[in-house]
Antibody, heavy 119, light 109 residues
Framework: QITLKESGPTLVKPTQTLTLTCTFS??????????VGWIRQPPGKALEWLAL???????RYSPSLKSRLTITKDTSKNQVVLKMTNMDPVDTATYYCAHSRLPFFLANWGQGTLVTVSS | QTVVTQEPSFSVSPGGTVTLTCGLS?????????PSWYQQRPGQAPRTLFYNTNSRSSGVPDRFSGSILGNKAALTITGAQADDESDYYC?????????FGGGTTLTVL
């Protein structure tokens, strides 16, 4: 059974850096074709893809947020970390991590974690 | 920047058939974009319905189907049930990344 769980702060101040961790089980990030992605959803709005890291350490970012995002993996801990710099109130959202598989889709999702940006 | 388009809302009667579409602001959607579909009920995480255009995820009822119709990806629900009332999102693989559509809110009444 595949599970993913997001963890991190629920409240960050504007200009701070957000660090979120996705801890997963039931799959390995060394398996060819496997990846972990991050997606967010502002309250009442649509889902937005942020970043994706593949088994071979290939990393992809949303073009509109690329300058603010860093995604890394720790295969020994079954974790993927997303950092987002210079947080702003418009970044308030539920952040999801998801298990990705070829051909390029999000197969399993975490429950999400709500991050509020406020001073 | 690529924009993926979906109908903002749709309504269907119980037992009816509805087709939700997923297009591109410029150009046609083909299987080369590996369209996938996700269902999200209020307050819940998304659930994967289809990938690679028409490959059904485990546990998805066969009243749901995925396809390419004309120049768009499509999600069809045949025999809609009250439980199908949700937001539906399509995702396309574009330039080595993923792009979500704006989502369609489906009402069953």
């Amino acid at each position: 059974q595949i599970t993913l769980k997001e963890s991190g702060p629920t409240l960050v101040k504007p200009t701070q850096t957000l660090t979120l961790t996705c801890t997963f089980s039931g799959f390995s990030l060394v398996t060819r074709g496997v990846g972990v992605g991050w997606i967010r959803q502002p309250p009442g709005k649509a889902l937005e893809w942020l970043a994706l890291i593949h088994w071979n350490d290939d990393k992809r970012y949303s073009p509109s947020l690329k300058s603010r995002l860093t995604i890394t993996k720790d295969t020994s801990k079954n974790q993927v970390v997303l950092k987002m710099t210079n947080m702003d109130p418009v970044d308030t959202a539920t952040y999801y991590c998801a298990h990705s598989r070829l051909p390029f889709f999000l197969a399993n999702w975490g429950q999400g974690t709500l991050v509020t940006v406020s001073s | 920047q690529t924009v993926v388009t979906q109908e903002p809302s749709f309504s269907v009667s119980p037992g009816g058939t509805v087709t939700l579409t997923c297009g591109l602001s410029s150009g046609s959607v083909s299987t080369n974009y590996y369209p996938s579909w996700y269902q999200q009920r209020p307050g819940q995480a998304p659930r994967t319905l289809f990938y690679n255009t028409n490959s059904r995820s485990s546990g998805v009822p066969d009243r749901f189907s995925g396809s390419i119709l004309g120049n768009k990806a499509a999600l069809t629900i045949t025999g809609a049930q009250a439980d199908d009332e949700s937001d539906y999102y399509c995702v396309l693989f574009v330039d080595s990344g993923l792009v979500f559509g704006g989502g369609t809110t489906l009402t069953v009444l």
